[in-house]
């Protein structure tokens, strides 16, 4: 089967969990004897990605893409859904203006058994070449604009894109229950257009680590005096709940002082969590460490015990699993789709306050109960496979085929 | 020659279920067992609905038999718990079983009052409860039991052997094939190390084709008819006197529901074989009485009716399950000494099996979410709820006692 991939970024050039997706679910789509053309919006180097063939729309480097994250869709967005190509990318409509017309391109003459379109990003490709080559059209919503945009409504540009597409999508995945069920209720589209496809996980993906306990050497001396270490790796932004986190902690040391929190990131917020960390009076207790990769990234997931998944709205929440990976106890929003295929964690709703702090007690004072999360979804994450998201992604094609050929 | 015949025993009981009881509440309030909310945590909600679907309409049914079959008659065990909530709740399902026991053809068995696993932490506490049970039941009923259950029909030689030697005539447990091997479930067995008490084992395949199977469209037997089924009890009696059937007496409305039309098919099958001259029906201690032993049987290991292990796996299977009760029993001589019956009551209260069995996780292994009820989103909420209440438990010893038990 022919697919055309329609992806906004890939390993190493992501900022976040669709270019890790993307790579996934190709390569597992590759290996059950599908071949694939993944275009994507700027030029780069991608080490084992052999086995597909990748397209650049421009020659802009992928650190010029957007012009802005590629989730951060909120602020910047002029329109220019109808400026011609050739002029000046300044900014991401003009990059996705030209992809439309390399795709269009790339698919004349050569219509493709499939079209998979990831987000609101690539959707107007997508629809585009549908148009051109009539071969059924799989939009994959990984996030929508309401969860980019936390509780607050968010780009209506952004919005009318992803309507547009979820309407003239064959069929649409979306990687959690609770997506669909954003689809279903604030795009009204029919529920049996849209089929729950949770993402895999890879461990074996996350390269082998050394921990260097100098890095977080501070934390290290801390749990020696029985210190519990709990943590957040994520982006600072109204999505992401941590306001409601670092109550949370303040409600925690309330009752039980042998606790720490790790917020490690950066974003539009940090300013304004550490303030609230000092009104709070915890700020000795929250370490922040500003963004951080490699190294730094992998050893704050081995010094923590316990990761807070705080999400207002998250679509899936694959770090999450990487923490997992790292031996962390979860807990994880009601609100945060990965926590429907796991069961060895603790959920709560994101405003849930005093919760939070329970569960953090109850992890931070009780040995068994740590355990029991930690080696529980430790089984649990494994039966996750690509292979499987593969399968359904097939399956979802063949089915559109019919529908479009009938 | 006694004629052969069933030996019917269905297990009453509700647990006091713990609230979302926070660390906030800790050392402020100790109200673990109100929960006023719409969830299934709500103790008096979940006793008014089971007594809708089961206790009463059952109850109406067993007195029908009872006035229509005048051989018909069965045996109950009722914890002290469930009679605890009745009296609050719903007392009117207390006078339905007070009316039954009445008949003398009904025979309470006694168990723990607090449907404990205290025989595996204390011996001293299981006995204070196993006595305040025998208590309850006299007050309530007006009889003392003489057969014994224990919590989950969780039985082995040395509780065969306490139960020999406080008098008791019969003991219940499973009828598990490795410990039965080619013995029959049906005969009566002297427990290995006892001089008088005769063993009961329950016929599970036959006990389950109603409290499991019953209304399951997908069973190649449903719709199952009376006459298959008493067809199936004479070939089970082809071996031994008396089968054995022992359940939950929410099998009938609540397991299985009015609608599966288990309650007309209890009527008719008790009826049939009421009418039979050959058959009869047995309590617990009749059966005791009537039949010999057919040998010695030893259960060194502790058997449960519980799950496909018939095990303990499922109340102390995880880490958390041990380590909650090896902390509530460790405080049993600080809550004793402290005289407080409030203290002391809510301390037996949270020793009931059903809060460890809700912090089971071993269903995750096969990814079976629908295996195990639990009024809690996961076994861990479960855990937690326990461990606040407990904390708060020893805060309430910190005024009797300088030192408390350790730890947070």
């Known amino acids: 089967m022919n697919i055309l991939m329609l992806g906004w970024e890939l390993p190493p050039h992501n900022s976040g969990g669709l270019g890790v997706a993307c790579f996934h679910m190709s390569k597992a789509l590759a290996l059950a004897g599908s071949s694939i053309d993944f275009v994507l919006p700027y030029s780069a180097y991608h080490p084992n990605t052999g086995f597909m063939k990748i397209h650049a729309a421009t020659t802009l480097s992928p650190l010029h893409r957007n012009g802005m994250g590629a989730y951060d869709s909120a602020s910047a967005i002029t329109d220019a859904l109808h400026r011609k190509p050739g002029e000046t990318l300044t900014n991401i409509r003009d990059v996705q203006a030209r992809y439309v017309s390399f795709v269009e391109e790339l698919v004349s003459g050569n219509a493709p058994d499939a079209i998979h379109a990831h987000d609101w990003l690539t959707i107007e490709a997508g629809i585009k070449a549908k148009e051109v080559t009539g071969a059924p059209l799989i939009v994959h919503v990984h996030a929508t604009e309401f969860d980019r945009s936390g509780q607050n409504f968010g780009n209506p540009l952004v919005h009318e894109i992803e309507e547009q597409g979820l309407l003239m999508a064959d069929r649409i995945i979306a990687v959690s229950n609770i997506t669909k069920s954003i689809i279903v209720h604030r795009y009204k589209i029919p529920a049996d257009k849209v089929e729950v496809v949770h993402n895999g996980f890879d461990a074996s993906v996350m390269e082998p680590h050394t921990y260097d306990d100098r890095t977080y050497a501070y934390l290290e001396h801390l749990k020696t005096e029985g210190y519990t270490v709990a943590t957040t790796i994520t982006r600072f932004t109204v999505q992401k709940g941590l306001i409601h986190m670092m109550k949370a902690a303040a409600r925690a040391l309330e009752r039980y002082d042998k606790l720490v929190f790790l917020f490690a990131g950066d974003g539009e917020q940090r300013d304004e969590l550490m303030r609230l960390s000092a009104d709070l009076g915890i700020s000795d207790k929250v370490f922040f460490t500003g963004f951080i990769r490699g190294q730094r990234w992998r050893d704050a997931y081995t010094v923590a015990d316990i990761f807070v998944m705080s999400s207002v709205s998250e679509p899936f929440g694959l770090t999450a699993l990487e923490a997992a990976h790292h031996d962390n106890a979860l807990i994880i929003t009601k609100q945060s789709g990965v926590g429907e295929v796991l069961s060895s964690i603790f959920r709560y709703d994101f405003w849930d306050i005093d919760r939070l702090a329970d569960q953090l007690i109850a992890i931070a004072a009780s040995k068994a109960l740590k355990d029991e999360l930690t080696y529980g979804v430790k089984r649990e994450y494994a039966r996750l496979t690509w292979a499987d998201v593969a399968q359904r992604c097939l399956s979802l094609y063949s089915g559109a085929a019919r529908k479009v050929a009938a | ?408």
């Open chain 2, 1 to 408: 020659m006694s004629h052969k015949g069933i030996t019917l025993y269905l297990h009453v009981h509700q647990p006091w279920r713990i609230r979302d009881y926070s660390i906030f509440d800790a050392a402020q309030r100790h109200d673990y067992f109100d929960d006023e909310s719409s969830t299934d945590r709500n103790n008096q909600a979940v006793f008014l609905k089971v007594a809708e679907k089961s206790y009463r309409p059952m109850n109406r049914l067993l007195r029908r038999l009872l006035d229509e079959q005048p051989d018909f008659r069965f045996s109950l065990s009722i914890t002290g718990t469930f009679i605890d909530q009745a009296k609050r709740f719903a007392p009117d399902v207390i006078a339905d079983f007070k009316a039954l026991v009445d008949t003398g053809r009904v025979e309470i068995v006694g168990e723990t009052y607090h449907h404990s696993l205290a025989f595996f932490y204390s011996r001293e506490e299981f006995e204070r409860q196993v006595s305040q049970h025998a208590d309850l039941i006299q007050a309530t009923f007006g009889v003392t039991p003489t057969s014994f259950r224990n919590t989950e029909l969780a039985y082995n030689d040395e509780l065969a052997q306490w139960a020999d030697s406080r008098g008791y005539k019969a003991i219940l447990s499973e009828g598990w094939d490795p410990i039965l091997e080619w013995r029959s479930p049906n005969h009566l067995y002297r427990p290995a190390g006892t001089s008088d008490i005769a063993l009961l084992t329950k016929n599970y395949r036959l006990s389950d084709d109603l409290a499991f199977r019953f209304g399951n469209k997908s069973w190649k037997e449903w719709p199952l008819h009376v006459g298959t089924y008493e067809h199936w009890l004479g070939a089970s009696l082809a071996h031994g006197d008396t089968v054995n059937l022992f359940m939950d007496y929410e099998t009938f409305g609540e397991h299985q529901w009015v609608d599966t039309g288990i309650f007309e098919f209890f009527h008719d099958f008790v009826s049939r074989w009421a009418e039979r001259e050959d058959r009869r029906f047995y309590t617990v201690t009749q059966a005791a009485e009537t039949f010999a032993a057919a040998g010695e049987l030893s259960m060194p290991h502790t058997v449960t009716w519980a799950d496909s292990e018939r095990d303990l796996t499922a109340w102390l299977g995880n880490s958390m399950q041990q380590e909650a009760l090896r902390y509530l029993y460790a405080l049993e001589d600080d809550v004793i000494r402290s005289k407080d019956q409030r203290l002391i009551a809510d301390w037996r209260q949270m020793q009931t099996s059903d809060h460890v069995y809700y912090m089971c996780t071993k269903w995750f292994r096969d990814g079976d979410v629908h295996a195990y009820f639990s009024p809690y989103d996961s076994p861990y909420d479960a855990f937690l709820f326990f461990m606040n209440a407990l904390r708060d438990m020893r805060f309430r010893l910190m005024h009797y006692h300088s030192s408390s038990n350790g730890g947070f």
